[in-house]
């Protein structure tokens, strides 16, 4: 019980320097050989020169577990292996999501994912990024956001009892997925590394303006580095850059090969990997190749689409699945092809002396369960949940 007191102090001591409720001399008086292992995992949160105050705050346990009803089994949304997420509704009326971190391997573990979640996340302002509202630090480990009623982009674009999500939706909701996902790389003060650009952790306003979620597996990447090496290797099969798959590696590149993938799904309708264990990037790739991309369509939008859109999400497509990270767009170069700029195939023709093997994309999944279409590796943070989610 002692133990669990400590740590609780020790994070509220931690987020109250971030909120700026205390002086730098107050912190400097009571910092302890604890406190300095626990603030150096929060260094993204700490940053020496913070662009903005942050908009979060602390909720206290008794908001939250009102809001959910008392963490009402009715309430939950989303379940993974170390988290789970249940909707909620707060006094005044604002409808959350409240993310609870579950047991980790320790304790210690826990109070990591916990900060380095909120590190990452808890500065990052985008319309196309998931706002976070704050966290609670009492009894457990919580962070809260705000709750999207529309769902995520996987479960409307799959859902086989609805009519199929239109082509202007879908044009709009991969260049709000690419604004977001620039900002995070080039916008924010430290570079953000995502690690899991996937259908499922693109939420949809109640306006249907996509928003990238999930950050428990993102990192932070220093500006003076191309990449950096991590471990263990998480992220959802189809959908891994395969320096990343293979070696560990992760840089912006990474998340660009993830974004092929996303744009290949919302102009097919097809999922990375299907119930099958047939790849997305296996059955696209030939079409790419031989630049037949009417194929690549949905089937169920007949003839409604934009053929200058689907060039354009195509190419795009086709260069940032590209094996060799380095011959992959940055997200910059991605939303100037998606927004209007001129497409130059002789700018992004492979040189003969880089000729890369293709990138089979885990044509053969040997995996006995067939119900787990999502093919997911364990994540800290995933929900696992087939229900519209937060994640």
């Not at 939706?169 to 997925?177: E, K, N």
């Not at 996902?181 to 570079?191: F, N, P, S, T």
């Not at 119930?275 to 991309?293: C, E, N, Q, V, Y």
Request: charged content about 25%; aromatic content about 8%.
């Amino acid at each position: 019980m002692r133990q669990l007191y400590t740590r609780s102090r020790r994070l509220k001591r931690l987020l109250s320097v971030t909120l700026g409720r205390r002086s730098r001399e107050e912190a400097s008086t009571e910092e302890d050989d604890s406190s300095v292992r626990a603030s150096t995992l929060m260094e993204p949160l700490l940053d020496a020169n913070p662009p903005l105050k942050p908009t979060w705050r602390c909720f206290s346990y008794g908001e939250i577990h009102s809001a959910t009803n008392g963490f009402h089994k009715d309430n939950l949304v989303g379940r993974g292996g170390h988290a789970e997420v249940y909707r909620g509704v707060t006094a005044d009326g604002q409808a959350v999501a409240v993310k609870r971190l579950m047991r980790a391997s320790t304790d210690e573990q826990r109070e990591k994912d916990f900060l380095t979640e909120l590190g990452t996340v808890g500065h990052v302002r985008h319309p196309n990024v998931s706002a976070l509202l704050g966290c609670c630090i009492d009894r457990d480990l919580h962070l809260i956001f705000e709750f999207s009623s529309r769902g995520s982009v996987s479960s409307n674009l799959h859902d086989e009892n609805s009519p199929p999500m239109d082509w202007k939706l879908r044009h709009s909701i991969a260049l709000g997925t690419a604004r977001g996902l620039h900002y995070l790389h080039k916008g924010c003060q430290r570079r953000i590394i995502h690690r899991d650009i996937k259908a499922s952790n693109i939420l949809l306003t109640s306006n249907l303006e996509p928003q990238i979620s999930d950050f428990g597996l993102a990192k932070w990447l220093p500006s003076e580095w191309t990449h950096r090496a991590v471990a263990p290797i998480e992220g959802t099969f189809g959908c891994l850059a395969p320096e990343y798959f293979m070696h560990g590696l992760v840089g912006e590149k990474t998340d660009v090969f993830a974004f092929g993938v996303f744009l290949l799904e919302m102009v097919s309708g097809r999922k990375p990997v299907d119930g099958s264990h047939k790849s997305l990037l296996s059955w696209a790739r030939p079409f790419l190749k031989d630049d037949t991309i009417q194929m690549l369509v949905d089937p169920r939008l007949g003839e409604e689409y934009d053929m200058g859109q689907l060039r354009r999400l195509t190419f795009a497509a086709s260069l940032c699945i590209r094996a060799t990270s380095t011959l992959r767009p940055s997200m910059t170069e991605v939303l100037e092809l998606l927004e209007g700029s001129e497409i130059s195939q002789d700018q992004w023709k492979i040189p003969e002396e880089e000729d890369e093997q293709e990138f089979g994309g885990f044509d053969d999944l040997d995996d006995d369960d067939d119900d787990d279409d999502d093919c997911d590796t364990p994540s800290t943070s995933s929900t696992g949940s087939s229900q519209p989610q937060f994640s």
